[in-house]
């Protein structure tokens, strides 16, 4: 069965860049959660979609933003970035309240 | 959110059952439990849920109490590649809560022994 796709896989930056995640939902799914984790820790809710609608908010610094596209496939877009921004970040779809969660991002910032 | 509490850590022997509590007591009528499972560096994995009766899949049972406000993660026969930490989660029913984040607790970190 189709999963939640991620890329890239790995990504490494400089501190003070950006860096855009993507992340292409099961087919048919309408909601998309993004999520986020440090090393050592457990997964932290940053945001939602519901028909590319934000529908969630959690603890999403101001320096990133995310949008669902018509495709329902969703970006990530994380600017100025710092070194605790280092962490694995999964995205996770949903139809219905069930989440399934894709392989993660894992972002490195140097 | 709802709060769930879970052992920290879990031991088990290979191909013998194990039995991973939750307690939520603050649970309401319309909550969903669910379950996930993270192996290191992969992303959850969705193991089982349930609202009200016990269920059963291919990779695990759940048994709730009469009372919703504990419940019980069956793995019939553990294996090596169970090894990994088991969130008991909470989630909302009903379609306005679409969306709704889903609030990793510390989880239950099992060991399985050859």
């Known amino acids: 069965a189709a999963g939640v796709i991620q890329s890239p896989r790995h990504l490494i930056k400089e501190k003070r860049e950006t860096a855009t995640l993507k992340c292409y939902p099961i087919?048919?799914?309408?909601?998309v959660y993004w999520y986020q984790q440090g090393p050592g820790q457990d997964p932290q809710f940053l945001i939602s979609f519901y028909e590319k609608m934000q529908s969630d908010k959690g603890s999403i610094p101001d320096r990133f933003s995310a949008q669902q596209f018509s495709d329902y496939h969703s970006e990530l877009n994380m600017s100025s970035l710092e070194l605790g921004d280092s962490a694995l970040y999964f995205c996770?779809?949903?139809?219905?309240?069930?989440?399934?969660f894709g392989p993660g991002t894992r972002l490195l910032v140097l | 959110d709802a709060k769930t509490t879970q052992p920290n850590s879990m031991e088990s022997n290979e191909e013998e059952p194990v039995h991973l509590p939750c307690n939520h007591s603050?649970?309401?009528?319309?909550?969903?439990i669910h379950w996930y499972r993270q192996l290191p560096s992969q992303g959850p994995e969705y193991v089982i849920h349930g609202l009200t009766s016990n269920v059963n899949n291919r990779m695990a049972s759940l048994a709730i109490a009469e009372d919703r406000k504990s419940s019980t993660l069956i793995l019939h026969r553990a294996t090596l590649r169970d090894a990994a930490v088991y969130y008991c989660i909470l989630r909302p029913g009903g379609t306005d809560n679409y969306g709704q984040n889903f609030v990793f607790g510390p989880g239950t970190r099992l060991s399985v022994l050859p």
């Open positions: 603050t649970i309401s009528g319309t909550d969903y």
């Open positions: 996770a779809s949903s139809f219905g309240g069930t989440q399934y």
């Open positions: 087919p048919r799914h309408d909601t």
